[in-house]
């Protein structure tokens, strides 16, 4: 039980930190210099780097969560893309929708991409490591 939560934690963290990196250099990359105007909104580069950064993170911490856990990827896998779904809900609640700069679609399609990232993540470490689900428990 506690290998399973350190493996959900340990994805989680994975995918946070993948975040933090990849959307710090897409920053540097696609968003103009401190003290410099912003436009109308965050360029469509930014945008697409973020998308994608989201989603190789999220995969990462899928496939991170299933090579922790060693048994039940998916499990696990879908534990953690259900943590990532109340959180990207709960932050677009909480922000009351797009930032900013933002198209009105993004803050949902961060949300989504999340979990499905994170549930390829299991799936992949579930064919890799050729791991399947224990049968479910008989009633007697």
């Known amino acids: 039980m506690l290998r399973s939560v350190f493996a959900v934690i340990l ?82 609640v909480a922000s009351g929708g797009a930032a900013p700069g933002q198209p009105a679609w993004y803050p949902l399609a961060i949300a989504v991409i999340g979990p499905v990232g994170a549930l390829v993540g299991g799936w992949l470490q579930q064919r890799r490591s050729g791991a399947v689900m224990p049968p479910p428990a008989r009633a007697r």
């Open 11 to 92: 994805g989680y963290l994975a995918a946070v930190l993948l975040v933090v990196a990849g959307l710090g250099l897409a920053g540097m990359l696609f968003l103009p210099p401190p003290g410099r105007p912003y436009g109308p909104g965050v360029s469509p580069a930014y945008l697409i780097a973020n998308v994608l950064v989201s989603i190789a993170a999220a995969v990462v911490g899928g496939l991170t969560a299933g090579i922790v856990a060693r048994r039940s990827p998916i499990l696990h896998a879908s534990a953690l893309a259900a943590i990532m779904f109340i959180v990207g809900i709960a932050s677009m």
